[in-house]
């Protein structure tokens, strides 16, 4: 099974500057609306295992068609409630439609039947960072962390909410862990600025 994450955290490196890019411009929302005749229109192909159908939601979210891949993300959950990948994948066709607490809420679901998931946890903390919601988000990675603080993403992102919250020290001493200094200073100089978009209250 194909465990995923939402693609804003792919790597540790630099992730606080595709976390701040995403909260400065929005989530995408799908422009190309064009009709092409394809499988859901009738086509021959048969639905197959649950990482084809990740894969192929994955690539019609990228063209703009939404709609399409909300669609195969609802068969993947009928059909695939017991596979992690149907709940990330689908988080992210909402996200990409703009549809943040949609995307909580898909997520929630996947953590009834994965409880504590650190995955899970970590793409409902991005989530929250997308909302501006700085203490939910906080809290998530603190979860996934504390399940794995080996992965050097659920470092990096605690160590971005760390430095969104004002605990520089301890911001500095996750970042040290899985980035060079260069960019433990980088990110910090990022979430410094960014601190103002996290005022609002929830």
């Known amino acids: ?3 995923t994450r939402l693609h804003a955290a792919r790597t540790a490196r630099g992730l606080a500057i595709a976390a701040l890019v995403l909260l400065a411009t929005g989530c995408q929302s799908g422009q190309d609306k064009e009709k092409e005749k394809d499988w859901f229109e009738g086509g021959p ?4 295992s ?3 159908m990740q894969l192929t939601a994955r690539v019609l979210a990228a063209k703009g068609k939404t709609e399409q891949a909300g669609f195969l993300i609802e068969r993947m959950y009928q059909r695939y409630p017991d596979n992690l990948g149907t709940y990330s994948e689908g988080a992210e066709v909402l996200l990409i439609e703009g549809r943040i607490t949609d995307a909580i809420q898909w997520i929630d679901r996947g953590l009834v039947r994965f409880p504590e998931n650190p995955v899970l946890l970590n793409n409902r903390g991005l989530c929250h960072l997308l909302d501006a919601d700085l203490a939910a988000a906080d809290k998530d990675f603190r979860a996934a962390y504390a399940k794995d603080p080996s992965d050097a993403d659920y470092v990096s992102n605690l160590a971005l909410t760390r430095a969104l919250s004002g ?4 911001a500095r001493q996750l970042w040290e862990r899985v980035v060079p200094q260069a960019d433990v200073d980088a990110n910090m100089k990022l979430a410094i600025a960014a601190r103002p978009k996290f005022t609002k209250t929830k």
Do not use: V
């Not at 192909?45 to 197959?48: D, F, G, H, R, Y």
């Not at 605990?167 to 301890?170: L, N, T, V, Y």
């Open 1 to 3: 099974m194909t465990i």
């Open 45 to 48: 192909m048969q639905l197959a």
């Open 50 to 52: 649950p990482d084809t």
């Open 167 to 170: 605990d520089e020290k301890e």
